[in-house]
């Protein structure tokens, strides 16, 4: 009874982190709407992340609650759709902001001949009075051309900024010929033979893109059953994590002593069993690439 009472409230906390997250999420998709300027943008998108970060760690005081096997995968891939839509937000939220500083730089530079403009009316203003004592008509003349001169530069300058702003709007609105469907985290549940490929996958996607608290929290979301119960203990260091995870599940030993246990349980070949060879040929090739990969990773 009092499990099942400690699971319900865990249950209602992790509702109550969600509907927080939709909540923040839902205002930042109304500043990015509205146009809102950097700063204001990315200090939504934290609050977006402290919500996420709420939201997995009490989904994970839930989880840790369950026996069910099959009740517990249905609850990770629950969690597996809410980190698609954090994703997917953090990700066109990034774009925002590096495509509006990208405008700010742009229309900083274009506003320099403006500048330098203004400055060659001042000089071509000072060579006009200086020339009137040469003579009115030469004085009207002069005028006259830096009058021109200050007109074009003025149209290129018009023409720069044009052209710069329909190459930032093309940039940042090309449209993509084909709906991509965007992958997936890779998923680890303890079985050695995989860990290698997990590994490698999980930090090309996520290292070079995310901090080491964020990589954390992601980290936790792609494991399951005994691998994030191992890590449960460490908190908030990324590096331990991995470290342990190694110590474990990276071992060159328990792999090459796992797929030969493997090759043992395959039953003696007999005559006319040509199906049964090449599912031996099969796990064969199959184990010598999971060895291999210890060495190539």
């Known amino acids: 009874m009092a499990e099942a009472k400690a699971l319900s409230e865990a249950k209602l906390r992790r509702r109550t982190a969600k509907a927080a997250l939709t ?3 839902k205002t930042l998709r109304i500043k990015l709407q509205n146009d809102r300027p ?3 943008i990315t200090e939504a998108l934290q609050k977006v992340k402290q919500a996420y970060n709420d939201l997995v760690v009490k989904h994970e005081e839930y989880a840790q609650n369950i026996e069910n096997d099959e009740e517990f995968e ?3 891939k629950w969690l597996e759709e809410s980190q698609d839509a954090y994703l997917r937000l953090e990700c066109t939220t990034n774009d925002y902001i590096m495509n509006k500083n990208m405008q700010q730089t742009l229309g900083g ?3 320099q001949p403006e500048a330098r403009s203004g400055n060659n009316g001042s000089e071509a203003q000072t060579n006009t009075e200086q020339s009137e004592t040469v003579g009115e008509t030469s004085a009207t003349e002069q005028q006259a051309v830096n009058v021109n001169n200050q007109e074009e530069t003025s149209e290129n300058n018009a023409q720069s900024r044009n052209n710069v702003q329909e190459n930032v709007q093309q940039n940042a609105t090309t449209p993509c010929g084909f709906k991509m469907e965007r992958p997936k985290m890779p998923r680890f549940a303890g079985d050695v033979r ?3 490929i997990f590994r490698a996958d999980f930090k090309h996607a996520v290292d070079s893109r995310y901090g080491k608290r964020d990589a954390m929290s992601l980290l936790r ?5 005994r691998p994030l119960e191992l890590i449960k203990g460490i908190g908030s260091d990324y590096d331990a994590a991995w470290e342990h995870l190694d110590s474990i599940y990276g071992d060159p030993r ?3 002593d796992t797929v030969t246990h493997d090759i043992s349980k395959f039953k003696p070949l007999r005559e006319d069993e040509d199906s049964r060879f090449c599912d031996l040929t099969q796990l064969v090739r199959r184990s010598y690439n999971t060895v291999n990969s210890q060495q190539t990773v």
């Open 23 to 25: 909540r923040i999420s």
């Open 38 to 40: 950097p700063g204001e």
């Open 74 to 76: 249905t609850e990770e």
């Open 109 to 111: 530079s274009v506003e």
């Open 194 to 196: 995989d860990y290698v």
């Open 221 to 225: 979301t792609s494991l399951s059953r």
């Open 254 to 256: 328990l792999v090459a």
